[in-house]
């Protein structure tokens, strides 16, 4: 008997008759023997009808009592989820994070895991019970209710899983898989029959909409295998066929794919912005100035770029969140330019980043020159370029997302699967 691990999110959860299917679903997994946790994320629409709801009565929400309003979605999912369980007549019980003991930092809207108790989910496994916990949530050291952020229901899922050892996760999406590029763009993209943890997670960090980077940084480490898989099937499907659909992510690389695969996929993220302080001092420690106060305010940078210096001065570049772009600016003028210098800050939220990503780049060159070349026979300009082992990522006007990926998916080859050298 396995101990599996099934995560809906919101669209499997999004109507009284999807709950219904999931729990048919789960029904099934649970007949053919296995242990099952069951985490959810709140109905479609859910959560953003809640943080609007806090608006509403406060324009700027404090934080501690957004995430009490917030985790309220996730109560509701895993209650309805255990009475339509039951009502197959499976044995089930829903809990909280804090009712599980997902330990969190106080980190409130961005809380990170710390540690996640077995002890109340093994009770209630032993016990002949389905577990169903609600995602996207935990508790800080102070026992205030927190939450992980978008997408936190993928990191919950992948964490417990971690936490106990599951034989395997599987995250059930409205997508059958991880495809080489969003098939919403490209008609022609390719599902992917299985991808390593490194490529999902560049492409998770590039912009890819099925697993939250989190989750993948979780499964990674810990070694959890995972399966992207669709929950818009037929809920009868039999098990063994369930088991093998949609694409795995594994650990193990295969030789003969790093030798073979150039490209595996290209994302595309329209949630960035793009920030550069003109004229700052070019002297050591100035990334770190302007960087540290940025960390400090539990703002994650990505890309980073800065100018040959010019008479001692140098133009510093990064890219933060788009939804973190307003408290970025108040930081670096609170904080940075009176010490950095500097002769103003310039933002442009229009912006979209490309990634081209293949774990066959390790041992095979000319990728990045056959992406500009593709770029720029449509005519895209590139504002930033950034590199890694495995991925090379540009910034672009966020009109030419679109042409941008079809041209690069194009000139990859990849309506026939991963690019081959």
């Known amino acids: 008997m396995a101990l599996i691990v099934h995560k809906y999110g919101g669209t499997s959860m999004g109507s009284p008759q999807r709950i219904r299917n999931v729990a048919h679903r789960v ?36 934080p501690r009592e957004l995430d009490v309003v917030a985790t309220t979605g996730e109560q509701v999912s895993i209650g309805l989820l255990a009475m339509a369980l039951k009502d197959l007549g499976v044995d089930a019980v829903s809990l909280t994070g804090w009712q599980v003991g997902v330990f969190t930092d106080n980190a409130y809207m961005k809380a990170r895991i710390d540690t996640i108790s077995q002890e109340r989910i093994r009770r209630e496994l032993d016990a002949g019970r389905v577990v169903i916990v609600a995602g996207f949530q935990g508790i800080d050291p102070d026992g205030n209710i927190t939450t992980l952020g978008r997408g936190g229901s993928d990191t919950s899922a992948v964490a417990i899983a971690a936490a106990l050892h599951a034989d395997e996760c599987l995250i059930f999406t409205d997508v059958d898989g991880v495809y080489t590029t969003d098939p919403r763009i490209c008609s022609d993209a390719k599902r992917l029959p299985n991808i390593t943890f490194e490529e999902m997670l560049e492409l998770a960090s590039a912009g890819s909409k099925v697993l939250q980077i989190r989750s993948v940084e979780f499964a990674g480490k810990f070694k959890v295998p995972c399966r992207v898989l669709s929950s818009l099937t ?23 794919m790093m030798e073979k695969a150039l490209v595996t996929g290209i994302a595309a993220s329209r949630s960035d912005a793009k920030v550069t302080l003109h004229d700052v001092s070019d002297t050591p420690g100035v990334a770190s100035s302007i960087l540290q106060p940025i960390a400090d305010a539990n703002i994650d940078v990505d890309m980073i770029v800065q100018n040959v210096s010019v008479q001692g001065k140098t133009d510093f570049t990064f890219t933060v969140p788009r939804g973190d772009l307003e408290k970025t ?29 293949g774990i ?24 930033m370029i950034s590199t890694s082992e495995i991925k090379v990522s540009i910034v672009v006007d966020e009109k030419y997302t679109e042409l941008a990926v079809r041209a690069l998916h194009h000139a990859f080859g990849l309506e026939n ?5």
């Open 27 to 62: 029904a099934k997994w649970r007949k053919a023997g296995h242990q099952m946790v069951v985490v959810v994320s709140a109905m479609s629409g859910e959560t953003n009808r809640l943080l609007a709801l806090a608006k509403e009565v406060s324009p700027h929400p404090d």
């Open 234 to 256: 037929d809920p009868d499907l039999p098990v063994e066929e369930e088991a093998v659909s949609g694409t795995l992510i594994t650990y193990e690389e295969d030789p003969k």
């Open 329 to 357: 600016v108040q930081v670096l003028k609170e904080q940075v330019l009176p010490k950095a210098g500097g002769e103003g800050i310039v933002t442009n939220d229009r912006i979209a980043k490309i990634s081209v990503v």
């Open 360 to 383: 066959g780049m390790r041992t095979h060159s000319g990728v990045a020159s056959r992406m500009f070349k593709a770029l720029s026979e449509e005519g895209i300009n590139i504002l």
């Open 417 to 421: 699967g991963p690019s081959e050298v």
